[in-house]
Nanobody, 123 residues
């Protein structure tokens, strides 16, 4: 099982990015998928997640209204569209697969993690 997050880069405040999560040996559509981030000197936090069943989603208060999570099952991919980026969004972003269909924001509920992709938002 291998998940890979990519799409991070340096962007100016107010800008946008789309992160992608792909997988091999793991069918994303059958699992809840979460996006997490870890900023400098901070703990890993749940940003957004999407269920495998009814498409229900979760967003942290810090990103609600700015970020959108989505799936493309045909491409075995999950995306995180990030708009109106702020310097406090600077972090390494990870995607993770839960091994279950129901979403949760708790990182320790996710069994499969990919390498992160770094997002830096300049002021």
């Amino acid at each position: 099982v291998q998940l890979q997050a990519f799409g991070g880069c340096l962007v100016q405040s107010g800008g946008f990015l789309r992160l992608s999560c792909t997988a091999s040996g793991f069918t994303l559509e059958l699992n809840a998928i979460g996006w997490f981030r870890q900023g400098p000197g901070k703990e890993r936090e749940g940003v957004s997640c999407i269920s495998a069943t009814d498409g229900s989603t979760y967003y942290s208060d810090s990103v609600k209204g700015r970020f959108t999570i989505s799936r493309d099952n045909a491409k075995n991919s999950v995306y995180l569209q990030m708009n109106s980026l702020k310097p406090e969004d600077t972090a390494v972003y990870y995607c993770a697969g839960r091994g279950a269909s129901v979403i949760t924001r708790a990182p320790n509920a996710y069994n499969y993690w990919g390498q992160g992709t770094e997002v830096t938002v300049s002021s």
